[in-house]
């Protein structure tokens, strides 16, 4: 397929480095200011370095990527909160010329869901996003495969920054401030933390998940979800968790309509309790029992694998 990639972060570059690899060509690359076209196909090793050296992929308009020849948009900005720009006028965009898109950013689906699946009804695009929870991990595929009606809750571990801050305040005996520094001198933690500590990454995958298993029947945003970051657990607490065979894991849960994201106590014994910045998701289902799903819920390249994951699936012929 041709893809028209918007964003040019981690996910972004990832994904235009490793297109031509799952037999795809980029014909379009934008970033914040610039962007760099072309129908046989860009020059993505000449952009990235470009991005690198000046700050800028091309010299054209961002808005030159939107009306480039595709046949996919790659739409890996940043996730915004509230009305989701500019990322929902990019699928907008993509829709309104038929094209399918395929989704990095959260935004659209956490905050804007159902005004995406009206967009998505009225083109002869389709619309996936499997990259918007967990990462690599296969999450909503798995939900797609069980039927979201035969699906009763999911719960899990969803931020690897937030899970490698509990890991070594427990194992090691740190504060909190101590281990988010060491974070984020590892790169594990961005250099403002709060998206992830304080339970917001979690809570918008678990508000998409929502949005899924409700197959329209309403309509989830972050403003349903209860949510509970990790700043204020002492080390203390996880010293006598520890004492106890147990452990404190930042968990997101939807069960039973509610979307919930905090600390939770687990046995240490339990898949829950998953270290680094490892992720797990457990779906519970009708049927099939209990469902274990676990990687890397973040990085570039795992990212960008779920990214081209869907695109082969819209090759394929599968909608969500």
């Known amino acids: 397929m041709r893809l028209a990639i918007i964003g040019t972060g981690a996910v972004g570059a ?5 297109a031509g690899e799952y037999g795809h060509t980029v014909t379009a690359l934008a970033d914040s200011r610039s962007a760099v076209t072309d129908d046989s196909g860009i020059d993505v090793e000449a952009a ?27 739409e890996a900005t940043p996730t915004t909160l509230g009305d989701a720009q500019p990322g929902y006028d990019h699928v907008r965009a993509a829709f309104e010329r038929d094209r399918d898109v395929v989704l990095a950013n959260k935004g659209p689906v956490a905050e804007r869901y159902a005004d995406v699946r009206e967009l998505e009804r009225e083109s002869e695009g389709r619309l996936r996003f499997e990259a918007t929870v967990g990462g690599a991990m296969p999450v909503l595929s798995t939900i797609e495969d069980c039927g979201p009606a035969h699906v009763t809750g999911i719960r899990g571990v969803l931020n690897g920054t937030a899970n490698f801050v ?8 740190l504060g909190y401030e101590h281990v988010l520094a060491e974070a984020q001198d590892l790169g594990v933690a961005e250099a403002d933390p709060s998206f992830d500590v304080e339970g917001t990454d979690a809570a918008l995958k678990c508000v ?38 147990r452990t404190v894991r930042l968990i997101g849960e939807v069960v039973d ?14 898949s829950l309790a998953v270290s680094g910045t490892e992720n797990i998701v457990q779906i519970e289902t009708a049927n099939a029992g209990r469902l274990n799903v676990s990687g890397r819920g973040a990085g570039g390249p795992e990212t960008a694998s ?4 869907d695109v082969r699936r819209l090759e394929s012929g599968t909608r969500d």
């Open 257 to 270: 309509g509610s979307v919930r994201v905090g600390p939770r106590i687990v046995p240490s014994t339990s």
């Open 166 to 173: 509990l890991s070594r305040m427990a194992v090691e005996g």
């Open 48 to 74: 990235l370095a470009r991005k690198r050296e000046d700050g800028r992929v091309g010299s054209g308009d961002p808005a030159d990527a939107l009306d480039a020849a595709y046949d996919c948009l790659v």
């Open 14 to 18: 990832s994904v235009a480095e490793l």
């Open 208 to 245: 998409i998940v929502a949005n899924v298993l409700a197959q329209g029947e309403r309509e989830y945003t972050l403003a349903d979800a209860d949510v509970e970051g990790i700043a204020d657990i002492p080390t203390s607490a996880l010293r006598l968790a520890s004492e106890d065979g």
């Open 306 to 309: 779920a990214v081209l994951a």
